[in-house]
């Protein structure tokens, strides 16, 4: 039971009579609709819960995950935690300890994110940037019926259906944040990659490029002396080539008379 509302019951009852009576009225069948509410949040359901269609953008609100209003103070926070883990702890679930073990972690994330100042703030930021939106939202369809000459009730001032739209508007906000985090980060791991590739193409071919190097300094002795064979070579043949020789006289042969 809230807070506010056992304030509320005391004030009333110290005023006596039949509003004490109306008030304790008021209590019980509050009580007992949290009991029942309470009653179907068994281990089981609260697995189900916790891990049904859609829970990866369900649970981004870790508020939502915890079932706990976001004014809440610390201890209330940690009161709730303790409660909503061991419900779903995979010890007290050995008949579906996977989905458990599933469940639990996605408590203590919640827990954990709300633990940390900067990680609250932004969630809190979400919820009220949701409920701003709604009521912009109401206050343009007032206008717009004022407009039209019709009375200026809109079905968002009905506290449950308001309730129900900050809710819905807060977990769009939720998942598109989500949405554009999961964009970033693979826009900035194909960076990574795209980087890493260039660093490797880089470090290859300096490999290249110093085996080369080491191959041509280790060959350089061997060119040299190939180079200088061959040109003592051609200077052996050229000196082959201008050499003269004497040639013989030719022999004449006697003419008979």
């Known amino acids: 039971v809230s807070r506010d509302f056992r304030r509320r019951f005391s004030g009333k009852m110290a005023a006596g009579g039949s509003g004490g009576d109306e008030a304790f009225q008021t209590f019980y069948t509050e009580v007992k609709q949290i009991e029942k509410r309470d009653s179907v949040l068994t281990s089981k359901q609260q697995i189900d819960r916790l891990l049904r269609p859609g829970a990866s953008y369900f649970n981004l609100n870790p508020f939502e995950v915890l079932q706990i209003d976001p004014d809440a103070t610390d201890e209330e926070l940690k009161k709730r935690f303790r409660q909503l883990s061991i419900l779903v702890h995979p010890d007290k679930n050995q008949d579906d300890v996977d989905r458990a073990q599933l ?139 201008n050499r003269t020789f004497l040639k013989p006289p030719k022999v004449k042969m006697e003419q008979r008379e």
């Open 103 to 241: 469940a639990f972690e996605a408590v203590d994330k919640a827990y954990k994110m709300l633990l940390e100042p900067d990680h609250k703030k932004k969630a809190l930021d979400v919820i009220h940037a949701g409920k701003e939106y709604v009521e912009h939202t109401m206050s343009q369809k007032r206008k717009q019926l004022k407009k039209d000459g019709k009375p200026t009730v809109v079905e968002e001032d009905d506290p449950e259906v308001f309730r129900q739209a900050v809710y819905k508007q807060t977990m769009k906000l939720f998942a598109e944040l989500e949405i554009k985090r999961k964009e970033r980060e693979t826009k900035e791991m194909h960076e990574r990659k795209r980087q890493r590739e260039e660093e490797i193409e880089t470090q290859e071919r300096a490999k290249r490029e110093r085996e080369w190097q080491k191959n041509f300094e280790e060959t350089r002795d061997g060119r040299v002396d190939s180079w200088r064979s061959f040109q003592s070579k051609g200077k052996t043949k050229k000196k082959e080539k």
